[in-house]
């Protein structure tokens, strides 16, 4: 609710109209909420890190960089980082599939 609340006072400053505003607001009370599971968390965060750290070719994304998530994964001082780098590779390959299939 708090992001809700951020979002609305942020249209507003920026001088949206009431209805633009109440249509964003809409738009995002009905996208889909997903649960991350505790032992996913910490690859998740990783990943969010690392989502403007897109490899790109002609043909769309190709895949995260792999230095960064590495980074991220040293930054963040992950206890099995081997495993949070697996679980990020899984998580972006799933990305990569949700791209292919929108760009049809």
Sequence with gaps: ????????QELQFYGYSPEYIA??????RQQEQV??????HQ???VFVRCSTDWRLTDAGPLGLDGNVIL???TLTQ???PLQV??????IEQGALQHFAETKR
């Design 71 to 73: 980074g991220v994964i």
């Design 78 to 80: 992950a206890a099995q």
């Design 43 to 45: 690859a998740w965060q």
């Design 85 to 90: 780098f697996d679980q990020v590779k899984l």
């Design 35 to 40: 649960e991350i599971w505790p032992e996913h």
């Design 1 to 8: 609710m708090a992001e809700l609340h951020e979002r609305e």
């Design 23 to 28: 249509q964003q607001l809409a738009s995002l």
